[in-house]
């Protein structure tokens, strides 16, 4: 649900007061990053492409973008590489840093209407109250066009056979890593513009890009919701008729645009490989379970055995609102509507401090194997990140 703030009021220039812990560090950030930018010059930038419905911060003119993507296809190899990248942000905030410190009281960016009037129409009302300073999450950690940002690369590669397949137990995409990349948005598109792209063909470098995209979505959309279909068909027999009728359907079985659904499908894979990654390493995470929504959280529902985890009535009655919980190897019960038993949100990083958390736990991962030494917060740590976690979003003052 979106609100309207107050119409005489105005955040300060870059989300934050001036002259706090946060802002002298977030000016360290703006530093260092120059000379990243330098030396990235020279050792080498990949492209990427970002695709998303803007939601233009009026005071600025900006935009938070998280997540990019390049998809190439081999056709000797016949393999097709997905790239996707997310701003390293775990690197840079360490776990009770001024910023961390911050990012946690806000715990994620509030967005508010539109109080011009017309979507996107600059006002001087801010359209969000960021969880971290403008100059970060809209500026240089924000996959802009042009813009050289420091990264988390997971790369993914399919075999084009298998995505041809009608078997939906074989997992097209057989190998997945993560790696450090600095990146260059070489096109903002909007959801309108990518499916424009797509409709012209393979005539254009993008058009052709975001073909192998819908291909790579298209399988991993069929082999997600052959797995999650099944599961959630046995629940609803379990329903009395009346809880039948007002079950909500996924999101995803919504009608959708191609572009919105290889933006999906994308940041659903990120999502379920970093939790894949992180229990490989036996270390904790935040993990958010949308179980089912049910409308009735009095059913009676019985055990049911997903994905190696038991599922039971307590987890399904989980009603109205996204659960947070502090999961390991040993627990998550993974998210039953994005169909993966293993689960761990990190492509919101700019915008949420869940998002924020996990990528700092690989970031640590990542950084001691090369003889760093982050810090990565342990499960009763996190226990204790998810108890102060706000009862309501921040409201502007008015």
Known sequence: MTRTPNRDYALPP?????????MDQAKELSYSHQIFTRMATRKGIDDCLTVDEP????????????????????QNEKIYYLRVYLPNLGEVITPDSPLDLAARARWQTEYFGYPGGKKGE??????NFPMLPWSLSEGIYSLNEGRVVPTLCFVF?????????S???????YCAEIEYAAVKARTNLKYAEANAELAAGTATPNGRMLDHAKKIAERLYKERTAARDPLLAAIMAQLPPKAQ??????YDQNPTTPAEMIVREFMILVNHYAATFLQQKKVAALYRNAALNLMNNRTQLHRIEWGGTTIDSETLKRVKQVQWFVGDQNQNDGNLVAGHSAYTP??????????LVNLQQIAALMSNAEGGSLTVRTRKQLGQILAQKPRSPRRLPR
């Open 14 to 22: 870059d989300g934050f007061e001036p002259g706090s812990e946060a």
């Open 55 to 74: 939601t233009v911060n009026a005071q600025t003119g900006q935009k938070d973008r998280d997540d990019g993507f390049w998809v190439e296809y081999d």
């Open 122 to 127: 600059l006002s001087a009302i801010p359209t």
């Open 157 to 165: 590669e399919f075999d084009a056979l298998t995505m041809n397949d």
């Open 167 to 173: 078997d939906l137990t074989a997992e097209a995409c």
């Open 245 to 250: 009728k007002s079950f909500p359907k996924p």
């Open 346 to 355: 990190v492509t919101a990083g700019l915008r949420r401090y869940t998002d």
